[in-house]
């Protein structure tokens, strides 16, 4: 099956300091991913659209600035967190649409949780 | 507006009781709908979409177009159903939008 790795898993970093987030699909190709974010007891709020050879689409609200996307391979996207703040403390989740044509399936990796002292 | 909303933030039924997850929408086109599970210290996967109509661990969901629900049900539930549950809604683009999510407990 469909398998999306995040990482880290966890970081904790210096207040001021960035901090990337990798998302890669293991086994088949992501054109498109997601990035999420999910604060304690909450559902997840869509964060930006990473397409892969093109600028990410952010969500309203979601400073682009401050949370860069990268999607330079059909595998790989990457979320970097610049000039962290202790209120970025958060669960970060990424996903990726199944290889299956026609299915809006999305597959989920493990999240990555950080913090920002 | 697309708007996903699970009213019930926490479900609490003995173990064999049928169990009901509430999931209402709002979307001005046809709807795809999900339903998402998060076991503890897992991450989120798919349990089922209304396109397949399956069952899946026993659970099944209906679209209701005219009530704009799509309602997760299981007629016995059992402790390992005990997990988060989200209803989603796709969006154009493969975007998808949460509910709140319903946690919901099977006790023994």
């Known amino acids: 099956g469909a398998v999306v790795s995040q990482h880290p898993s966890w970081v904790i970093c210096k207040s001021g300091t960035s901090v990337k987030i990798e998302c890669r699909s293991l086994?088949?190709?992501?054109?498109?991913m997601f990035w999420y974010r999910q604060f304690p007891k909450q559902s997840l709020m869509l964060m930006a659209t990473s397409n892969e050879g093109s600028k990410a689409t952010y969500e309203q609200g979601v400073e682009k600035d401050k949370f860069l996307i990268n999607h330079a391979s059909l595998t790989l996207s990457t979320l970097t967190v610049t000039s962290a703040h202790p209120e970025d403390s958060s669960f970060y989740i990424c996903?990726?649409?199944?290889?299956?044509?026609?299915?809006?399936?999305?597959?989920f990796g493990p999240g990555t949780r950080l913090t920002v002292t | 507006a697309q708007r996903v909303t699970q009213p019930e933030k926490l479900l609490s039924v003995f173990k064999g009781a049928p169990v009901e997850l509430k999931c209402n929408y709002s979307y001005s086109g046809s709807p795809e709908l999900f339903w998402y599970v998060q076991y503890s210290r897992q991450r989120l996967q798919l349990l089922l979409r209304h396109i397949s109509r399956e069952s899946i661990k026993g659970f099944t969901a209906d679209l209701n177009k005219g009530e704009t629900s799509f309602h997760l049900k299981k007629p016995f539930a059992q402790e390992e159903d005990s997990a988060m549950y989200y209803c989603a809604l796709i969006t154009g683009g493969f975007k998808t939008i949460f509910g709140a999510g319903t946690r919901l407990f099977v006790k023994a």
């Open positions: 086994d088949f190709q992501a054109t498109t």
């Open positions: 996903s990726a649409p199944g290889p299956v044509s026609g299915s809006y399936e999305q597959y």
